[in-house]
């Protein structure tokens, strides 16, 4: 089979041949028919994200069908649609997932990072870790729930009622939970890179009530912003147009230092917190919300091989929506 690997940090992907695998004792191979391209991919490539193995496939937004199961698997069965997130794996009896926050295992192993991901025409997964892709979606459409949609919507927990949301960084997992947020009669601003009128006619036509450059102040005080670009420097800019009790959540597995701000922009109880990966218990939510909704991504389709080109896409800003490999 081919697959595009990464040998180590900083390295562009390399493709190669490889056997196809064997699914271990309570794993399922899986013919990918397509995978998200995520910006965590590209803080793995960049060495922004340490403890992943290497030589690794990364890829943590599969979709594909199962074509044959391990030792001890009783579903999914053979040939089922399943979808295949970035948590792949946790030790199933530590405090954390005791407690429904397998998120946070310290045992956790991630698709693409630590196990083998979707940048390659087969992969297996851990068959616990596979969800039900919903009928209304095709492969390419899929994907980008599995990791953008996810994260969003697991964000998007953390703000509760709040009735205006901004989004900081217009991109895969905003312009999935805006639709979600919008759906719900919330009022969603769109923040994009300053002077970026693309992105801010895009969320426009999405139903947001406003958009404009993370430099400038939406018209009202929000409840709640969610940060899902990488700049440490939105923290203090969201902060400033939330109102009273606003919460600030930071959706991004990496981010760039946060500046010093004075505290008078984070008294009358405004809080900050980060979402840490996702739960089982979030995929079985979210995704037959995504098809309840009408959920769509806007998807820009490239071959597995051109791999380093939809990277290079993402990192440039050079479309809107979400890039998917296709074998």
């Not at 028919?33 to 803080?43: E, I, K, M, N, Q």
């Not at 703000?159 to 919330?186: K, T």
């Not at 990488?230 to 597995?253: D, E, F, N, Q």
């Not at 995929?283 to 037959?288: I, K, N, R, V």
Request: hydrophobic share 45%.
């Amino acid at each position: 089979m081919k697959v595009m690997a990464l040998d180590e940090p900083g390295a562009a992907l390399v493709p190669r041949d490889r056997p196809v695998p064997e699914p271990g004792p309570g794993e399922v191979l899986i013919k990918v028919a397509a995978c998200g391209v995520c910006r965590t991919d590209l803080h793995i490539l960049d060495g922004d994200l340490t403890d992943g193995r290497h030589p690794i496939v990364p890829g943590h937004e599969i979709v594909g069908r199962v074509v044959k199961r391990g030792a001890g698997v009783s579903k999914p069965r053979v040939e089922a649609r399943v979808g295949v997130a970035w948590l792949g794996w946790t030790c199933g009896h530590c405090r954390f997932c005791a407690s429904g926050h397998e998120n946070l295992c310290d045992k956790a192993e991630f698709t693409g990072y630590h196990r083998p991901g979707g940048y390659a025409e087969y992969t297996v997964a851990d068959a616990r870790y596979c969800f039900p892709v919903p009928d209304l979606y095709d492969d390419v459409s899929a994907a980008p729930l599995l990791c953008a949609g996810l994260i969003g919507y697991r964000s998007l927990k953390m703000v509760g009622e709040a009735q205006s949301l901004g989004l900081y960084g217009f991109g895969a997992a905003a312009h999935l939970v805006a639709q979600l947020a919008i759906g719900q009669g919330r009022n969603v601003y769109a923040f994009t890179r300053p002077g970026d009128a693309r992105s801010q006619k895009f969320a426009r036509d999405l139903g947001c009530v406003w958009a404009g450059g993370s430099d400038e102040a939406p018209p009202e005080k929000l409840d709640a912003a969610i940060i899902f670009a990488p700049v440490g420097a939105l923290v203090p800019a969201a902060l400033r147009v939330l109102g009273k009790a606003g919460t600030v959540v930071l959706g991004g597995i990496h981010m760039s230092d946060i500046p010093s701000f004075p505290y008078s922009i984070l008294w009358e109880e405004r809080v900050i917190r980060s979402v840490a990966n996702l739960t089982r218990a979030d995929g079985l939510e979210f995704l037959p919300l995504a098809a309840q909704y009408g959920i769509n991504a806007a998807t820009h389709v490239y071959p597995l091989g051109q791999a380093n080109k939809a990277l290079e896409d993402l990192r440039a800003g050079r479309f809107d929506g979400a890039a998917v490999l296709v074998p």
